[in-house]
Nanobody
Framework: QVQLVESGGGLVQAGGSLRLSCAASGRTFSTSAMGWFRQAPGKEREFAAAITWSGGMSYYADSVKGRFTISRDKTKNTVYLQMNSLKPEDTAVYYC????????????????WGQGTQVTVSS
């Protein structure tokens, strides 16, 4: 089992920044990749960013590329999502996810999910 706890969400004005954190505990030694997904009201959950745990390869949705940066601290079992130049359309609940096997990281085939943290961007 892996437990994921997100933090760092909140309300920010357009153009501002936030940094989300996701702390993993439990069976973290088996982690293959971690990702961030988001779900806006009335919309399906969508991929935002992912990172492979060992090699640190990062992947981004086109909608966030150049504005968001995913990183991980293996010593703290934590993954971060630095979000800059935020737009109202970035408003969503952001979910952290962990995969214990090799997966297509942009897909939702992760093994564990956090509870989510709300990000609201005002115009």
């Amino acid at each position: 089992q892996v437990q994921l706890v997100e933090s760092g969400g909140g309300l920010v004005q357009a153009g501002g920044s936030l940094r989300l954190s996701c702390a993993a505990s439990g069976r973290t030694f088996s982690t293959s990749a971690m990702g961030w997904f988001r779900q806006a009201p009335g919309k399906e959950r969508e991929f935002a960013a992912a990172i492979t745990w060992s090699g640190g390869m990062s992947y981004y949705a086109d909608s966030v590329k150049g504005r968001f940066t995913i990183s991980r601290d293996k010593t703290k079992n934590t993954v971060y999502l630095q979000m800059n130049s935020l737009k109202p359309e970035d408003t969503a609940v952001y979910y952290c996810a962990a995969a214990l096997k090799s997966i297509r990281v942009i897909s939702p085939d992760y093994d564990y999910w956090g509870q989510g943290t709300q990000v609201t961007v005002s115009s």
